[in-house]
């Protein structure tokens, strides 16, 4: 059984463009939440997926959005990149809405230029 | 607002010696606390949770964790440290009980020397 994978596993972008970062959740899973982490700081959450519609937000711009799909999988798009979005982005999963466990992926690793 | 203080960045312990990873939390209610553990290039891996009950909590990997209310803490404990538990830990608190809406603190590096 496959845990939380994510794609792609790094990515380099330059200031001002848009990147997606893709996320399958476990198995059985249809709740998603994303979350960045800044080198050398914990996870900061950014927002949570479920039934396809964002639930709950972070402290973070619009700049920050993203999708669900009928499979569960999730999107996490930045547009208009900052050097300070350089970071791991951290996807996981859990069986409902309200669980008590997450299941994190390996993360994305974004540099931006 | 909640908050969630790891004060120690980097510990260093011996192989077969105990360790204890403090964490401190400032929240308006009784939170759901958890301990993860963060090895390089891989994600978090949940090391055991504390809801309401017992105050002692086991978890995965021979640790647990006790959680003082008085105290707003909830520290980690392993009774001897084996050279795998060299990682990043990390304690959270679900900000709003029941929504896993997680505040992590930054994280207490751990190293083991053989």
């Known amino acids: 059984d496959a845990g939380v994978t994510q794609s792609p596993t790094h990515l380099i972008k330059t200031r001002g463009q848009q990147v997606t970062l893709r996320c399958s959740p476990k198995s059985g899973h249809d709740t998603v939440s994303w979350y960045q982490q800044a080198l050398g700081q914990g996870p900061q959450f950014i927002f949570q997926y479920y039934e396809e519609e964002e639930r709950q937000r972070g402290n973070f711009p619009d700049r920050f959005s993203g999708h669900q799909f009928p499979n569960y999988s999730s999107e996490l798009n930045v547009n208009a990149l900052l050097l300070g979005d350089s970071a791991l982005y951290l996807c996981?999963?859990?069986?409902?809405?309200?669980?008590?466990?997450?299941?994190f992926g390996p993360g994305t690793r974004l540099t931006v230029l | 607002a909640q908050s969630v203080t790891q004060p120690d960045i980097h510990i260093t312990v011996s192989e077969g010696a105990s360790l204890e990873l403090r964490c401190n939390y400032s929240?308006?209610?009784?939170?759901?606390l958890f301990w993860y553990v963060q090895s390089p290039g891989q994600g978090l891996q949940l090391l055991l949770k504390?809801?309401?009950?017992?105050?002692l909590v086991q978890g995965i990997k021979g640790f647990e964790a006790e959680f003082k209310r008085s105290q707003s803490s909830f520290n980690l404990r392993k009774p001897s440290v084996h050279w795998s538990d060299a990682a990043e830990y990390f304690c959270?608190?679900?900000?709003?009980?029941?929504?896993?809406?997680?505040?992590f603190g930054t994280g207490t590096r751990l190293k083991v020397l053989a």
């Open positions: 929240y308006g209610a009784t939170p759901y």
């Open positions: 959270a608190v679900d900000s709003t009980s029941g929504t896993y809406k997680y505040i």
């Open positions: 504390y809801f309401s009950g017992d105050t």
């Open positions: 996981a999963s859990s069986p409902a809405r309200f669980t008590d466990t997450q299941y």
